[in-house]
């Protein structure tokens, strides 16, 4: 059985480690020949191909001709919008219309709390509105997978503020970066709900087995962001210049990921620490 991961980086590193050690098959897509680790060679159940997903118009040209779960992870976070665009929405609409052609049994979307854009304690049926660009682009991407479910089983991710040990974009970095090169903090946010990466691949390998369309929310406890940069102060022994937060809370519920799932929390603070403890 081959599984298409659609990025070796951040949560699709430790999906494709579960992967591998579940006995399965896994094709992953580099940008280019020169960013594939040494690790990666020479494993006969690990393939890869190399697409830009913000340039590449064509991106069937470099998948298998056989796939049967579909794990698209790749995404943009910051840039010019027009690439976050093509990466965000006209890449998940190729692929889609790939995946009809080659007639997959599912289509796995990690897509993000963004699309909700404000409120606590979320839950999977609440309206979007997102706030940023990036939201936005996720909430259109879905809007895309309606019309693909009559094909094969159509499955939603929303993660809320992901980080992770090889994480180099996204909030959490970007406010561990500030803390850490003592520079100022300055965020809309007033209470999020953090994710560890390490803490998805398990319940991801999970979803695959449940039958259906689903959407679920992955995400922590609720923490205010304050309280979040002290524990980063701690991890990275940085000082931020000045902090102001705003007064938005973004954080959602995560009891169907754990009922449906098995999803299961590591506490914040080590989870900060194997992420980031070591790149002081």
């Known amino acids: 059985m081959t599984n298409l991961v659609t990025s070796p980086y951040g949560l699709g590193e430790s999906l494709i480690a579960s992967l591998l050690e579940e006995g399965e098959s896994v094709y992953t897509i580099f940008p280019s020949p020169k960013n594939v680790p040494m690790s990666y060679l020479g494993k006969p159940s690990?393939?890869?191909g190399f697409i830009r997903f913000d340039q590449d118009d064509r991106v069937e040209k470099a998948l298998p001709?056989?796939?049967?779960?579909?794990f698209h992870i790749y995404d943009l976070f910051t840039g010019p919008f027009t690439r976050v665009f093509r990466a965000n929405v006209t890449a998940t609409l190729s692929l889609l219309d790939w995946a009809r052609t080659i007639k997959v049994q599912q289509f796995i979307f990690i897509s993000s709390g963004d699309v909700y854009g404000d409120g606590s304690d979320i839950l999977e049926d609440a309206e979007f509105r997102p706030r940023?660009?990036?939201?936005?682009t996720k909430s259109q991407a879905e809007t895309l997978?309606?019309?693909?479910?009559?094909?094969?089983d159509v499955k939603v991710v929303r993660v809320f503020f992901p980080f992770g040990k090889n994480y180099s974009d996204g909030y959490v970095f970007g406010i561990y970066d500030a803390v850490r090169r003592g520079e100022s903090v300055d965020t809309e946010y007033h209470m999020i709900s953090p994710s560890y990466a390490c803490d998805l691949s398990g319940p991801l390998l999970q979803l695959a087995r449940v039958k259906g369309h689903q959407k679920v929310n992955a995400c922590g406890a609720p923490i205010a962001v304050e309280g979040f940069i002290e524990m980063l102060k701690s991890v990275s022994s940085g000082q931020p210049k000045t902090i102001n937060t705003g007064s938005v809370r973004l954080t959602g519920s995560n009891e169907k990921a754990k009922e449906l799932l098995n999803y299961r929390e590591t506490p914040l603070k080590e989870a900060l620490m194997q992420s980031f403890g070591d790149r002081t």
């Not at 940023?132 to 936005?136: I, P, V």
């Not at 309606?146 to 094969?152: I, N, R, W």
């Open 132 to 136: 940023s660009f990036y939201g936005t």
């Open 65 to 70: 001709r056989k796939v049967v779960n579909i």
């Open 46 to 48: 690990l393939k890869y």
């Open 145 to 152: 997978l309606k019309y693909y479910a009559k094909f094969f």
